[in-house]
C-alpha cells in the first residue's frame, strides 16, 4: 500500500503560485527565509511523518489510550515518535526562535504541518496543543508567568491542556459551577469537574499546564463572572523547577468513535482540597482571554478535518488508479477490465472531493496569510481589514472543513466500496478521525450562529463586504481569460445572491422570525462555504489558465489542465445547487421552530 500523506505538488501550486508566499521574505521580519529554506523544511517534514509518524497511526488507533490507577497511558508506539518530534523543534514553527520557534511566516508552518498532522494526528496532537495554552500566557500572563511557563509550552517540554466543557453546562460555559476561592499567597483553590478534555493528563510529558476557567466566590452569574486560572498538574517553583503534585487529577476516559490515540479525559479539580492556580489576567476576563485560544484551536480543528479529507482522497486516488474491475462503458465487448479510475461514476466522485480538498487547502492557507499581514501591517487601517477578515472567515475554517472533510472521508470510502468499510484499509480510520472535527471547539451549528449573529453584522458588516469585493476582484480577472470566463460568469451570480441572501438573514435576525433566522444559520454558513470554494477554484484556474498560456509544458502541463477541469467542475455542478439553498433559506420557511414538541415523535 502506498504511503501517502499530502500533495506536494498542489501545496507548492498554493504557496508559491497563488499566494506568492515569497513575497513575505522581504519584509524585515522573514528575512531570514527564501523559497530553498522554505522547501528544505517542508522535505524534513514530509520525511520525518513517513518515516516515524504515518506507520504508527494505525498502531496508536488499534492500542488506544488506558487509564491505569490513576496514570494514562497512550500507545506505547507514540514515545518515541513524540520524542523525536521535539528535538526536530517542530511544535511552534511560526513563534520567535528565541521562544523556542523557527520563526515560520504562518502558511508555512501549516504546509509543513500537512505532512505531520496527516501522517498521525493525535501523536502529534499531544506535542502541539501547548501552543495555545503558551500563547495566552504570552499575551495575558504576569512576566513571571511567562518566565515560568511560556518557552516550556511552545517547546512542548510542558505539555497543554484546555479545560472548559462540564458536565451539565456542556456548550453553555456560563452555567459552569467550577469555583475559585483566593488564598493569602495570591493563589486561588480551585474545585470542580471537566470532561471532554483532550490531552487532559498523559504519560509524555513531565508537566501538563492547564488553563480553567472558573467563578471566583461571590463573581457575577454567566460569562461575565468567569475567569481563567493556569493550574500545572506539578506545582512550579518560582526557580522553574517541579514541586509537589497538584490536586488535579483524571478520573475517567471516553471511549470514542474515533481519535482512539487522544486522552479524552474527565478531569477533578480539588477532589482533596487542594487544587491551587494561578489567575491569568484579570478577574471575569476568562472568556475574553479564552477566545484567543479557542480561535486559534477553531482553525486548528478545520485544518485537521482538512488533513482528513487530503489523506483520504489521495489513498482514494491511489486506490482506484490500482483496482482493476468492471469493463469501461462504450468500449468493445471482449475488452479487457480497467482500472475503476476509468469509470464516470468514479471520476464524478475523485472530481468533487479533488474539488473540496483544493479548495479548501488555499482557503486555510490564505486565512494563515491573513495572520501573517496582521503581524506586518504598517497602519491601523491594514490591521482591521485584514483582522477583519479573519474573524469573519474563523467560524467558516472551523465549521465547513468539518462538514466538507468528513464528507469528502465518505466519498473516499464510497470509492473503496466494501474494502473501505474494513479496517485493513485506511480510509475507515480517517472517516472515524474525522467525525469530531464538527464537534469539539464549539459544534458547527454555534459556529454558524456566531457567524450570522456576530461575524456577518460586525463593524456594520464591513468585512463581510470587503470579502465580496476580494471575491469581485477575482472574478473580474478571470474574465479577461477566454478560458474561464464562463466559470467567473457563474461565480458572479452565486456571489452576488449570497450577499442577497446575507441581507434576508440579518433583516430576520431582528425581527420577530428570529427563530427561524438561525434554524437557516448553518445552511447558510455551508452556502457561504460553498461560494469561497468557488472563489478559491476560480483564483487557482487563473493562475493556471495563465501557466497554460505562457506554455507550460511537462508534468506542469497536466497539473494546470487539473486546475481547469476542477473549478470547471465545481463551479459548473456544484455552486447551481448552492443557488437552490441560497432559494430555501430566502424563503425563511419557518416549520423547525413551529413544530410542538410531540410532533418530533407519535
Known amino acids: 500500500m502506498a504511503q501517502i500523506i499530502a500533495d506536494r ?3 507548492d501550486f498554493v504557496l508559491f503560485e497563488q499566494l506568492d508566499t515569497e513575497a513575505l521574505t522581504k519584509e524585515e521580519k522573514y528575512k531570514g527565509f527564501n523559497r530553498k529554506t522554505f522547501d528544505l523544511i517542508i522535505n524534513e517534514a514530509r520525511a520525518f511523518a513517513l518515516k516515524e509518524l504515518l506507520p504508527i ?4 488507533d488499534r492500542e488506544g489510550v488506558t487509564l491505569e490507577d490513576g496514570v494514562v497511558k497512550v500507545p506505547a508506539c507514540y514515545h518515541r515518535a513524540h520524542k523525536l518530534y521535539l528535538e526536530g523543534e517542530w511544535t511552534s514553527l511560526e513563534e520567535p526562535e528565541a521562544l523556542g520557534g523557527q520563526g515560520l511566516p504562518p502558511n508555512v508552518a501549516r504546509a509543513a504541518q500537512e505532512y ?39 517547546t512542548a517540554q510542558w505539555a497543554g491542556g484546555m479545560l472548559l466543557t462540564e458536565p451539565e453546562a456542556g456548550s453553555d460555559v456560563g452555567a459552569l459551577t467550577t469555583e475559585a476561592i483566593p488564598n493569602e499567597d495570591g493563589t486561588y483553590s480551585l474545585t470542580g469537574t471537566k470532561i471532554f478534555i483532550t490531552n487532559g493528563d498523559h504519560d509524555l510529558s513531565e508537566n501538563i499546564i492547564s488553563p480553567v476557567l472558573a467563578r471566583i466566590k461571590g463573581a457575577p452569574a454567566g460569562t461575565k463572572g468567569i475567569s481563567i486560572f493556569i493550574v500545572p498538574k506539578f506545582w512550579v517553583n518560582p526557580d522553574g523547577s517541579l514541586g509537589d503534585r497538584n490536586d488535579i487529577v ?5 471511549e470514542k468513535m474515533g481519535i482512539h490515540g487522544s486522552a479524552c479525559c474527565t478531569m477533578t479539580l480539588g477532589g482533596k482540597g487542594q487544587c491551587r492556580g494561578l489567575l491569568l489576567g484579570q478577574e471575569n476576563q476568562g472568556m475574553k482571554i479564552m477566545f484567543h485560544m479557542m480561535n486559534e484551536a477553531r482553525l486548528g480543528v478545520g485544518f485537521q478535518a482538512f488533513m ?3 489523506v ?18 462504450g468500449g468493445a465487448k471482449d ?36 495572520i501573517a499581514k496582521v503581524g506586518l501591517a504598517c497602519s491601523d487601517e491594514e490591521c482591521r481589514y485584514h483582522q477583519g477578515l479573519l474573524d469573519l472567515f474563523t467560524p467558516l475554517v472551523k465549521a465547513y472543513c468539518a462538514q466538507r472533510g468528513f464528507d469528502v472521508t465518505v466519498q473516499a470510502m464510497q470509492v473503496y466500496g466494501g474494502y473501505g468499510y474494513i479496517k485493513e484499509y485506511p480510509v475507515e480510520q480517517q472517516l472515524r478521525d474525522c467525525k469530531i472535527a464538527s464537534i469539539y ?24 463586504g470587503n470579502f465580496i469585493a476580494k471575491v469581485q476582484e477575482t472574478i473580474v480577472a478571470a474574465k479577461g481569460s477566454e478560458a474561464i470566463a464562463p466559470m467567473a460568469a457563474s461565480l458572479e451570480e452565486a456571489a452576488g445572491r449570497l450577499a442577497e441572501t446575507a441581507a434576508v438573514l440579518g433583516k430576520a435576525v431582528v425581527s420577530p422570525n428570529v427563530k427561524a433566522a438561525f434554524a437557516h444559520s448553518f445552511p447558510f454558513l455551508e452556502v457561504m462555504g460553498d461560494v469561497i470554494m468557488g472563489w478559491m477554484l476560480l483564483w487557482r484556474a487563473k493562475v493556471a489558465s495563465d501557466k497554460l498560456a505562457a506554455g507550460a509544458k511537462g508534468k506542469d502541463a497536466p497539473f494546470y489542465q487539473g486546475q481547469l477541469q476542477t473549478a470547471e467542475f465545481f463551479i459548473q455542478t456544484v455552486l447551481p445547487c448552492t443557488l437552490g439553498k441560497m432559494a430555501s433559506i430566502a424563503r425563511m420557511n419557518d416549520a423547525a421552530v413551529r413544530m410542538p414538541e410531540e410532533g418530533f415523535s407519535s
Not at 483524571?250 to 471516553?254: A, D, L, S, V
Not at 471547539?441 to 463581510?464: N, W
Open 312 to 329: 483520504s482522497y489521495l489513498y482514494a486516488l491511489n486506490y482506484a488508479r490500482e483496482r482493476v474491475q468492471g469493463k469501461e462503458i
Open 308 to 310: 482528513h479529507a487530503s
Open 335 to 370: 475488452a479487457p477490465p480497467v482500472p475503476i479510475i476509468r469509470h464516470p461514476d468514479v471520476r464524478r466522485m475523485l472530481t468533487w472531493m479533488k474539488a473540496h480538498v483544493d479548495g479548501l487547502r488555499s482557503f486555510i492557507y490564505y486565512t494563515q496569510t491573513l
Open 116 to 154: 505531520m498532522i496527516g501522517g498521525n494526528y493525535t501523536c502529534v496532537n499531544y506535542a502541539n496543543f501547548g501552543h495555545g495554552t503558551g500563547k495566552m500566557i504570552h499575551l495575558f500572563g504576569t512576566e513571571e508567568q511567562k518566565q515560568l511557563f511560556v518557552k516550556k509550552l511552545y
Open 57 to 60: 497511526n494505525a498502531e496508536g
Open 9 to 11: 505538488r498542489d501545496i
Open 441 to 464: 471547539e464549539g459544534t458547527d451549528g454555534i459556529q454558524s450562529m456566531d457567524l450570522l449573529a456576530r461575524k456577518i453584522v460586525m463593524d456594520g458588516g464591513k468585512a463581510f
Open 250 to 254: 483524571c478520573t475517567g476516559i471516553e
